[in-house]
């Protein structure tokens, strides 16, 4: 039990574009889903707390235009990355609370590749 | 949520128990303490957690000492497939997770 995914696993994308990436709890409900960051030889970096049907909460210096976040339902986050840079390439990784247990369970990452 | 110290890297022989510390002196009462790992590539996978009492799961053991103030996971067999990155945590029930730099653990054959 307790499984994460998400899709896409890879992207690549042209600069100035979005991209949205799904986080889906595929055997139980979540109201809280976190978005993170990874970029090579550095640890997660925690980017914003999705609650379902509220807005998100952003972490400090993370710009909550440009990482657009819906949790619409209980089941389901979306991280969109608009206007991308090749500064914004890097490892998403998604997360999602176990109400009963309140263990947090992450799904297997997005590489995302701006050119 | 109480920082948390680990060594930066360790390695360890295959078959033979790898035994990772974690040193959280600054601890609170209500704040427990996790594990996860994370294999290339991937996204961190939970491994156990407590708050006083040591605890055994199917992966590890988790012994935490009686001041709390650091714990040791304990892989009782290890595989070359346990090379990862492991993260110890303290978070009080409902925070969010703050990774740290974590236990980059090789295993050798």
């Known amino acids: 039990g307790a499984v994460v995914s998400q899709h896409p696993s890879r992207v690549i994308c042209k600069s100035g574009t979005s991209v949205k990436i799904e986080c889906r709890s595929l055997?139980?409900?979540?109201?809280?889903m976190f978005w993170y960051r990874q970029f090579p030889k550095q640890s997660l970096m925690l980017m914003a707390t999705?609650?379902?049907?509220?807005?998100?909460?952003?972490e400090q210096g993370v710009e909550k235009d440009k990482f657009l976040i819906n949790h619409a339902s209980l089941t389901l986050s979306t991280l969109t990355v608009t206007s991308a840079h090749p500064e914004d390439s890097s490892f998403y990784i998604c997360?999602?609370?176990?109400?009963?247990?309140?263990?947090?369970?992450f799904g297997p990452g997005t590489r995302l590749t701006v050119l | 949520d109480a920082k948390t110290t680990q060594p930066t890297s360790m390695d360890c022989a295959e078959g033979r128990a790898a035994n990772l510390p974690c040193n959280h002196s600054t601890i609170s009462g209500n704040e427990y303490v996790y594990w996860y790992r994370q294999i290339h590539s991937q996204g961190p996978q939970y491994i156990i957690h407590?708050?006083?009492n040591n605890e055994t799961n199917e992966m590890a053991s988790l012994i935490i000492t009686e001041d709390r103030k650091s714990s040791t996971l304990i892989l009782p067999h290890a595989t070359l497939r346990d090379t990862a990155v492991y993260y110890c945590i303290v978070r009080v029930v409902g925070n969010q997770f703050y990774f740290g730099t974590g236990t980059s653990l090789t295993v050798i054959p």
């Open positions: 999705s609650n379902e049907g509220s807005k998100a909460t952003y």
């Open positions: 407590g708050l006083k």
């Open positions: 997360s999602a609370r176990h109400g009963s247990t309140d263990t947090q369970y």
């Open positions: 055997d139980f409900q979540a109201t809280t």
